[in-house]
């Protein structure tokens, strides 16, 4: 009675099968056909391509491994600076003696300092992938943020030097100089200039045609750029102008920069929510985090910086709120990024509860700037 039913899904399990084998068989033909070339070719050639072909294999080895290795990653890395117990802020005379300027000693940019760290997290610490070579011609020629593979490092690394391109502007133009007719200090404006530098540029280019600078050297420029800032304003020899109007800007731009983000996220949560196969959600996903990433501890650093400010103001409080809920953005951590439904109840929408949390840091910051107006 059962026969015919069984025989009908052995005929259907047999012509998937002989469909995937058909696939398969086509895409290995051009390696059947190289390596039946390769077999008949002389011990020259055979070296030289084999030599070429090794030296891919290990390129693309070392590749992988950076994509997949996240070298030093720690949501926490901003607790080991401490900065609940600084109690100085950024450019205030901590030390005076002997009545000279060269006794003078005035508290270094917190902001300034994890700006230089996360930097070098991208940079040092880790590859920066977007302008690897083989990031750059992608899967077939197919980019790898339309793929749901090795794209994930590249997108969490952007997430996070788009916190600091924002930071570098806003140290240049507003925090390090004493109101808008100031001179920029120069540091900081070779800082952010370097920052601004296009994120895939490689050794070689086309557009236009030769060799090239490659990102992560402007990036490290940046480094040293930051820290020489810093160093200066230890000595008293800059400004950071921790002014209430100042840390106004800076959390109202830090505001619609994250709330971008949130929009991006809710186009590709409403548009494309194909649950676990949706290419492009993990690259989102990813940005949105890397960004959330450094902004912790950017926020971090300017309550430091700011102390003076956010004390008076007894935003304090306040403050901490906001950071707890950056702080519980970053335990969210999928395996596998999903963009389902709002309503599934099979596969989850990763993206939205991503945007759930921006929206959340977001209402911290507008009501923080709201109260700092007053």
Not at 128 to 140: H, N, Q, V
């Amino acid at each position: 009675m059962l026969d015919p039913i069984v025989s009908f899904f052995t005929r259907i399990f047999q012509l998937i099968g002989r469909g995937l084998g058909f696939v398969i068989g086509i895409l290995l033909l051009p390696f059947i056909w190289l390596g039946r070339w390769y077999v008949q070719r002389g011990w020259i050639l055979k070296s030289a391509l084999g030599a070429a072909i090794l030296g891919l294999v290990a390129l693309y080895g070392y590749f992988v491994w950076n994509t997949q290795v996240w070298t030093n990653f720690n949501p926490d890395y901003v607790a080991a600076h401490n900065f609940e117990n600084r109690n100085v802020s950024a450019g205030e005379q901590v030390v005076a003696g002997g009545g000279t300027d060269t006794a003078r000693t005035c508290g270094r940019s917190a902001i300034a300092d994890i700006s230089a760290e996360l930097t070098n997290f991208n940079v040092n610490e880790n590859a920066w992938i977007s302008s690897m070579i083989l990031y750059k011609t992608g899967l077939f020629g197919l980019s790898w943020d339309k793929t749901p593979f090795l794209d994930n490092k590249a997108s969490f690394q952007r997430g996070i030097n788009q916190a600091i391109r924002r930071t570098t502007t806003e140290l240049a133009d507003n925090l390090g100089r004493v109101r808008g007719t100031s001179q920029v200090d120069s540091d900081l404006q070779d800082a952010r200039g370097n920052m601004q530098f296009d994120e895939y540029t490689w050794y070689f280019g086309l557009t236009p045609f030769g060799p090239k600078t490659p990102t992560p050297s402007y990036y490290r420029s940046a480094i040293k750029s930051l820290n020489s800032f810093n160093a200066r304003l230890e000595k008293c020899e800059a400004v950071f102008d921790a002014r209430a109007d100042n840390l106004i800007q800076f959390i109202d731009r830090i505001s619609n920069d994250i709330g971008a983000t949130s929009a991006i996220l809710k186009d590709r949560a409403e548009n494309f929510n194909n649950g676990w196969f949706d290419p492009r959600a993990d690259d989102r996903f990813w940005f949105a985090y890397g960004q959330l990433y450094g902004y912790y501890g950017l926020l971090k650093a300017t309550h430091a910086d700011f102390e003076d400010v956010l004390r008076t103001r007894n935003l304090d409080n306040l403050w901490d709120t906001m950071e707890q809920q950056t702080r519980s953005a970053l335990n969210i951590q999928p395996f596998i990024i999903s963009n389902g439904a709002e309503d599934g109840w099979f596969m989850p929408s990763h993206l939205i509860t991503m945007g759930f949390y921006i929206l959340r840091v977001r209402s911290n910051l507008v009501e923080i700037s709201n109260v700092l107006s007053r």
